[in-house]
């Protein structure tokens, strides 16, 4: 069985924009910087998904805003897929590179859990890949709700994986998903 690719989704330095307000997961960067060491160290397939805004918006090609951030920087070799929309299989080549690598597990770390990363997490479950969410690689950002009440970073992050949990896939921690790598 192939081992599973690990999908790191817009770890961009213009999610360190402040105006995006609360962040949960202060160690956030620590454990995706672990999570990718394990996965380089045993030679399982990394992919690095980064997001290009179109029509305005904070993540625009040749701006440090569209950069990667420090610690999820590709190595040589490693690809990358840039998408538009929040799901990572939307008008890219993700799942027809998945496909042909014979992938049957995916592992989806960066940001924001409840969004790119819950997108693409509910696209790969419905496509049938086995779906790991690594629960402290990845992180939200607190959102208003629709009456204005600003819903605090954890409270996001938890009760989206709270949705995708054994729905879409399986919730673990960073020691775990390295711990079933073997």
């Not at 989806?108 to 790119?116: F, I, R």
């Not at 819950?118 to 086995?130: D, P």
């Not at 950002?141 to 605090?152: F, S, V």
Request: net charge negative; aromatic share 6%.
């Amino acid at each position: 069985m192939p081992l599973p690719t690990l999908l790191v989704i817009d770890v961009q330095q213009a999610m360190d924009d402040p105006a995006r307000g609360e962040r949960n997961n202060p160690e956030f960067e620590r454990n995706l910087a672990a999570v990718l060491a394990a996965w380089r160290e045993r030679g399982a397939p990394v992919i690095h998904i980064r997001h290009e805004s179109r029509d305005g918006g904070r993540f625009i090609p040749g701006t440090p805003a569209f950069e990667y951030k420090p610690e999820a920087r590709p190595l040589d070799g490693e690809p990358e897929i840039t998408k538009s929309v929040n799901s990572a299989f939307i008008g890219t080549n993700l799942e027809e590179r998945l496909r042909r690598e014979g992938a049957e597990v995916v592992a989806v770390a960066g940001l924001t859990t409840n969004h790119c990363c819950s997108t693409t997490a509910r696209m790969a479950a419905n496509l049938g890949f086995e779906t790991w969410l690594l629960e402290d690689a990845l992180a939200a950002y607190a959102c208003a709700a629709p009456d204005g009440e600003l819903i605090p970073a954890e409270t996001m992050h938890r009760t989206e994986l709270a949705s995708l949990n054994g729905e879409f896939g399986e919730v673990m921690p960073v020691s775990r998903a390295i711990e079933r790598l073997g």
